[in-house]
């Protein structure tokens, strides 16, 4: 095995993975007949292109494909674990979609006897060296009276899908992966693009690029959106010369939690940007759906970006806290576990002038009581000026 060609061939199940989850997106809106079908036939070519590099037939990757999965990224938790000898391990799960964070939280550190989890930061998980499925993970740390052995008897880990340990640190040990106050917008970006996949893929990508041009137009915005997703994707895909080969995917779904973002946009003087769809809906911090293939950040820019068609990716300061939906609101969660990141921008900064109008205002604490906020912001925001508080850069009046 080559190595260029285990590197086009991990690359290439990436892909796949992209593909399959905006197909169930574009599934999950469309209306017409037509484009049911062609999404279903996208899928089944998405399959073929897995099976290049995946053991599992095209035929059992297609009905896994149809049969389950989610749109966004799955939800896990990692946790770092300091030990009574100094020691740190880490262990990282998916989190089942029948269990709340807070209750997932607590079984783990009850587990070891640890202490209250304290979040350290988000990330993803190929820093765990994990092909697929893509997941965000929130990272939290905890400490322990037990020693490293002690735990690792309590705790022994695990090497299926996610469920497995990691190492905290990077391989010169001299910085944390979950902490993004250096170099916080970098990570957020959407993943690196422009690795060439093996050459058997060609005509694949090709005839998935042929199915999403293809007529009739999408029924709505958000499958036509999913077309162009799609159609880009496979279209700008170089391919190169080396010869797929079997990687490790892992597990093609799991029963997980599905994921997304919002962006608390602060300017000076402690002010929060505030989002609404119409003068009569209640206001809220942009927010969206996490999407494979891209960082936990990306999905709070891409955010802010549909709300105001503004690029925030430059002023992103961190996580300011991950929160489980079940636990905030009695509204139904088909995205139950949202990030919260900070952003930090001067309101005329880089000619954006983000003025207020009927649908968009910057508030403080104080105003907030006066206003009418969407489910579960009473309390997501007053936790966001908190963040900002001792995370931003910005000078805050005492």
């Known amino acids: ?52 590099v995946d053991p599992r037939s095209a ?14 990224p799955f939800a896990g938790v990692g946790l770092q674990i300091h030990t009574g000898d100094d020691q740190i391990l880490g262990r990282a799960w998916h989190l089942p979609s029948g269990q709340t964070l807070d209750g997932a939280l ?41 020693t490293a052995e002690a735990v690792t008897a309590a705790w022994p880990a695990a090497h299926t899908s996610l469920e497995r340990e990691f190492d905290p640190w990077d391989p010169d040990g001299d910085w944390n992966i979950w902490d ?37 137009e999408a029924d709505n915005p958000e499958a036509a959106a999913a077309f162009r997703y799609v159609s880009n994707l496979a279209q700008e895909t170089p391919v190169g010369s080396a010869p797929a080969v079997h990687v490790d995917f892992g597990a093609l779904h799991v029963d997980a939690a599905a994921t997304r973002a919002e962006c608390a ?34 999905a709070a820019v891409q955010a802010m970006k549909a709300a105001l068609d503004i690029d925030v990716t430059d002023g992103l300061v961190g996580t300011a806290y991950v929160v489980d939906e079940r636990t905030i609101s009695s509204a139904p969660a088909a995205l139950p576990i949202t990030a ?25 604490e104080a105003d907030l009581p006066g206003l009418e906020l969407a489910q579960g912001q009473e309390l997501k925001i007053p936790l966001a000026f908190a963040a900002a508080r001792t995370r931003m850069f910005i000078p805050f009046e005492s």
């Not at 957020?188 to 690029?209: D, F, H, K, M, S």
């Not at 402690?270 to 950040?297: F, Y």
């Not at 900070?342 to 403080?364: K, N, Y």
């Open 1 to 52: 095995m080559t190595s260029r060609g285990f590197n086009e061939s991990r690359c290439l199940a990436g892909i796949a993975d992209q593909i399959r989850a905006e197909v169930q997106r574009g599934l999950q809106v469309a209306v017409d007949d037509d484009n049911r079908a062609r999404l279903a036939a996208i899928r089944r070519v998405t399959a073929q292109l897995l099976a290049l």
């Open 59 to 72: 035929d059992g990757i297609e009905a896994e494909f149809a049969s389950r999965g989610l749109p966004t």
């Open 106 to 146: 607590q079984e783990a550190t009850k587990r070891i006897g640890g202490s209250a989890p304290a979040l350290n930061g988000t990330g993803e998980s190929h820093y765990l060296g994990a092909l697929g499925p893509h997941t965000y993970l929130a990272v939290y740390d905890t400490t322990t009276p037990l």
């Open 180 to 216: 993004y106050d250096d170099g916080f917008a970098d990570r957020c970006c959407a993943l690196e693009r422009g690795q060439t996949v093996p050459q058997a893929a060609g005509p694949l990508l090709t005839a998935i690029a042929a199915l999403c041009d293809a007529r009739p």
């Open 265 to 298: 946009l602060f300017a000076s003087h402690e002010q929060l940007l505030l989002t609404r769809a119409s003068h009569e809906a209640p206001w809220t911090m942009p927010g969206g759906a996490g999407r494979v293939g891209e960082n936990w950040g990306s």
């Open 340 to 364: 919260v990141f900070l952003a930090e921008i001067p309101r005329f900064d880089q000619g954006i002038g983000i003025g207020e109008s009927d649908q968009v205002r910057w508030v403080s």
